[in-house]
């Protein structure tokens, strides 16, 4: 009966924005400060499915691996989609809903604040049982931060099942990047800065005594970190108050990087070979009159140190939420929150040092997070639609990078 | 047409136990705020507060009802340069009110002698939930305080119990927690999901009046997920009180008004509290109102346009809260004599003040605006018929007659 109501509703909610979406697909022109070209489409990306969600305050992340789609639907839970995995039948453009899973709220007043996904595929073991969940508490941007780490037993899909969860005292977790080989579990942790816990082996109840290193790349005051994420020999972590950064992943010590973008506050990243992606957040000014508009282009030296190549603007946005490169490496995916360029942002890395866009959808809520994989051959960005119509939104994005 | 509005009897129908009582008001004014979101000044002219309203009674009084239309959503659309103003998606621009601003029936004293002297009352509709202090349309300032979001919970459909006895009445009320997002909404009864929202939130409201002029009040609500309308957003725990004086001595009028209002929200995460206290003298043509107020305000990511915020907020962050600590002085004059149904009240008011960061975060007053200055002028011309000397929001019980300010009470 639920559900039905929410069909309903959805079809009637969701029929101007899906339109609008279609109709601006060929409507692209940002400013690109380095990149000096204008867009072009060269092919058109496809809206092939949009998942509605409760208005729990929305979705916000999507994890996607072997056509499993484990949805951040904040205190709605995580809900697990077959996307192309078969256990279900599900794909892309009908994504079948396998469960869900409302995580403990661990004392934090707002709820469990489902925000971002991490299934752990474990290679040594061969397990694929854990599925870690970050809960994205209220937080003061630049000084505290509140959440925990759930982990999530999901060897029956159908049922899952939180097991544990990691706490750190006067700080919350954001986004998550692993090194499985190692068992290595890496967490932003805003004004925590960096952590890495040792997921190694069962896990069970309150497990916050894993945590192997815990480092505030800015130091005290001077530290909010968005994202991680683990390139080669180097971990990057961008630092919404201190910049991008590359640390050693074992010992989280600083390599290089940091205090480079004065100007703005950061956001997400993306690292491919020797070149990273970094965004910027537009929530305030950190300079008069400058919004969070930017993509910075990095180019990493050997050792993996970033030095600033270029920056893209992305006109008529405030945000850059999200960045991430396709799974082929041609592609650079960016969402946007705000303003006329809110939306999906797609462009070719035929030069991956002065990245250009060839497609843009306007979606006039903005998109929170954008996931880029590969499913049955073709390329998906699984995104995350802003209240007041959140939704999961999935784009087809093969051939728009030839 | 004025001599025809000052003559116009304000009562059109007085046939046995039955009346309406029509009346209204607007505001020419030009504001000009220093700073604004980015830096810099900017000046406005607009028409603000323009109302019309109904106000009637049947049956000797046993059933009242007020009708008020809010025009804000045409002169106003983008909201008014207000200093420190916030709520509904705004910020530094006081939102534009819904077009069905108030729709409100009541049942008075419906136990008649039964119990006595008590005086109980039923209140549906859409409206002011009973909490906190008046309207500030109805107050001596044009420009709101930054706390009208701390300070009135409004343009909710309310169902309201009210019991008065003696001094004392006492108020309890069922209402949506959703707040609108523009002019044209409704409250919303019941979401598309099935989940009803009206009787998600509520207020209850002590009034006590132990001297002639003088009231106190105190006020506890939880509104529920007042910024998604679909629910899903966090409780906001809200306390307020305040205590009134109002006389009119035979020279004109004293008016002094002090309040506190406190709201948490997320768990003593976003705790706000607002301090405000107001007075004001009319001494026979001319009115000298002040207003001091220091108020919290959240401040919530900003959209392109730099008045407006994420709303609703996907996310429950900050990135600080600020201090708004304001004087503001208010000058105005009766152009046509005290009393008369229709007044013309040129006015000036000016604000001072200051705004600081506190509680961290990385919102810094300098960046944003330039400066930690607040400074504010706004001059103009108010025209209303009837509605001075009326407080807005108050229905029922609270709504006798003992309870109103004299006619012109509250012109400015």
């Known amino acids: 009966m639920r559900d039905h109501a929410v069909a309903r509703w959805w079809l009637v909610r969701a029929s101007w924005p899906l339109a609008a979406a279609c109709i601006a697909l060929a409507s692209c022109s940002p400013e690109s400060a380095s990149a000096g070209a204008g867009t072009t489409v060269v092919d058109s990306v496809r809206l092939v499915a949009s998942i509605p969600v409760l208005p729990n305050y929305g979705a916000h992340d999507t994890f996607v691996r072997d056509g499993l789609a484990f949805l951040c639907a904040w205190n709605t839970g995580v809900l697990i989609y077959d996307v192309g995995n078969g256990v279900k039948g599900g794909s892309p453009s009908n994504p079948q809903l396998i469960s869900s899973l409302v995580t403990s709220a661990d004392g934090v007043a707002a709820g469990p604040e489902v925000h971002n996904a991490w299934w752990f595929q474990n290679p040594v073991t061969g397990e694929k049982k854990y599925l870690f969940i970050g809960q994205e508490g209220p937080g003061t941007v630049g000084t505290s931060s509140s959440g925990d780490i759930h982990i999530v037993n999901v060897s029956n899909l159908a049922a899952p099942v939180e097991v544990g969860f990691i706490h750190i005292n006067g700080a919350g977790t954001h986004n998550f990047w692993m090194d499985e080989s190692r068992q290595i579990l890496y967490a932003a942790y805003y004004n925590g800065g960096v952590v890495a816990i040792d997921v190694s082996g069962t896990l069970s109840g309150d497990m916050s005594n894993r945590i192997i290193h815990e480092v505030t790349p800015g130091g005290p005051n001077n530290t909010y970190v968005w994202g991680v994420m683990l390139s080669g020999n180097t971990l990057y972590a961008t630092d919404m108050v201190s910049g991008f950064w590359a640390l050693d992943p074992v010992t989280l010590a600083t390599k290089g990087g940091g205090n480079n973008v004065p100007e703005r506050y950061g956001s997400d990243q993306w690292v491919v070979g020797t070149v990273a992606y970094s965004g910027t957040w537009g929530g305030f000014f950190r300079t008069k009159g400058v919004p969070g508009n930017v993509v910075k282009v990095w180019q990493l030296d050997g050792n993996g140190i970033p030095t600033l190549a270029d920056s893209v603007v992305i006109a008529n946005t405030g945000t850059i939420s999200d960045v991430a490169v396709s799974p082929d490496g041609k592609a650079l995916v960016i969402t946007t929150e705000g303003g006329t360029g809110a939306g999906l942002h797609v462009f070719s890395r035929a030069n991956p040092l002065k990245p250009v866009e060839v497609a843009f959808v306007y979606v006039p809520q903005g998109l929170h997070t954008g996931e880029t994989r590969v499913v049955n051959g073709r390329t998906y960005v699984f995104a995350a639609q802003d209240p007041d119509l959140p939704a999961l939104n999935i784009y087809d994005i093969t051939g728009v990078v030839p | ?412």
């Open chain 2, 1 to 412: 047409m004025a001599l025809i509005l000052i003559a116009w009897p304000v009562t059109v129908l007085g046939a046995q136990g039955f009346n309406i009582t029509p009346m209204g008001q607007l505001i020419f004014t030009v504001d000009h705020s220093d700073p604004v979101p980015g830096g810099g000044s900017l000046t406005e002219a607009r028409v603000v507060q323009p109302v019309l309203m109904l106000d009637g009674s049947a049956f000797g009084g046993k059933l009242a009802f007020v009708a008020t239309a809010d025009f804000e959503g045409l002169t106003i659309p983008h909201g008014e340069l207000t200093p420190g103003a916030w709520g509904e998606g705004f910020v530094d621009r006081r939102h534009p009110h819904t077009y069905a601003h108030e729709l409100t029936v009541a049942g008075n004293d419906l136990l008649g002698r039964l119990d006595g002297s008590g005086r109980l009352g039923v209140v549906v509709g859409k409206g002011f939930v009973p909490f906190g202090t008046d309207d500030p349309m109805s107050r001596p300032f044009v420009r709101y305080p930054v706390n009208h979001h701390l300070a009135q919970i409004l343009e909710r459909a309310i169902g309201v119990v009210q019991y008065g006895l003696g001094p004392v009445t006492i108020e309890a009320a069922l209402f949506n927690g959703d707040e609108p997002t523009r002019p044209g909404d409704w409250p919303v009864i019941r979401t598309p999901q099935g989940t009803w929202r009206f009787g998600d939130s509520r207020a209850a409201r002590v009034t006590v009046r132990p001297v002639q002029h003088f009231e106190v009040q105190g006020s506890l609500a939880r509104v529920s997920s007042p910024e998604n309308r679909d629910g899903g957003g966090p409780e906001v725990y809200k306390a307020s009180t305040s205590a009134r004086w109002d006389d009119h001595p035979s020279w004109g009028e004293r008016y002094v008004l002090i309040e506190w209002e406190r709201s948490d929200e997320l768990g003593n995460f976003l705790v706000l509290h607002s301090l405000l206290a107001e007075a004001m003298v009319r001494r026979g043509r001319f009115a000298l109102s002040y207003r001091f107020e220091r108020t919290d305000r959240p401040e919530e990511p900003r959209l392109v346009d730099p008045f407006r915020t994420v709303y609703p907020n996907p996310d429950n962050d900050i990135a600080g809260i600020t201090r708004w600590t304001l004087h503001t002085l208010h000058l105005s004059a009766d152009l046509f004599p005290h009393g008369t149904h229709l007044g013309l009240q040129p006015y000036i008011e000016v604000t001072r003040g200051s705004v600081a960061s506190v509680a961290g975060g990385v919102f810094d007053p300098f960046t944003e605006y330039g400066t930690d200055d607040v400074n504010a002028l706004n001059v103009g011309l108010k025209v209303d018929w009837g509605m001075a000397g009326h407080r807005m929001g108050r229905y029922g019980v609270l709504d006798e007659p003992m309870m109103m300010m004299p006619p012109g009470a509250m012109r400015m």
